[in-house]
């Protein structure tokens, strides 16, 4: 069965940086699209960065292009999301999501394209 392992949060002061990781197992995350989303009190889970499989292309929402980074190690199995210039608003839990297959663009913010979830690692931004 696939799983997802988020870790790297923590409480970061505005302007600051903080690196997730997602460790994935099951499945190879060249394989795979995988995906960050995060989910704020009282909001719904929004898509954050994404990574279809044997792409390097990378696709992000504009609240957070220029800022955020998502990578693959291959050899560690594991995905990362880089956040740079950190802001209040960017406060949430962060999850990272897995499909094995190829996951079309325009349905990549839809929760629903992915099968496996990780636990959610908190990011919490003072200003």
């Known amino acids: 069965d696939v799983q997802l392992q988020a870790s790297g949060g923590g409480l970061v002061q505005a302007g600051g940086s903080l690196r997730l990781s997602c460790a994935v197992s099951?499945?190879?995350?060249?394989?795979?699209?995988i995906g960050w989303f995060r989910q704020a009190p009282g909001k719904e889970r929004e898509g954050v960065s994404f990574?279809?499989?044997?792409?390097?292309?990378?696709v992000n929402a504009d609240s957070v292009k220029g800022r955020f980074t998502i990578s693959r190690d291959r050899a560690k199995n594991t995905v990362y999301l880089q956040m740079n210039a950190l802001q209040p608003e960017d406060t949430a839990v962060y999850f990272c999501?897995?499909?094995?297959?190829?996951?079309?663009?325009?349905?990549?913010?839809?929760?629903?394209?992915?099968?496996?979830w990780g636990q959610g690692t908190q990011v919490t931004v003072s200003s």
């Open positions: 999501a897995a499909a094995r297959r190829r996951v079309i663009i325009s349905s990549l913010w839809a929760t629903g394209s992915f099968d496996y």
């Open positions: 099951g499945a190879t995350v060249d394989d795979s699209t």
């Open positions: 990574l279809r499989n044997r792409e390097s292309r990378t």
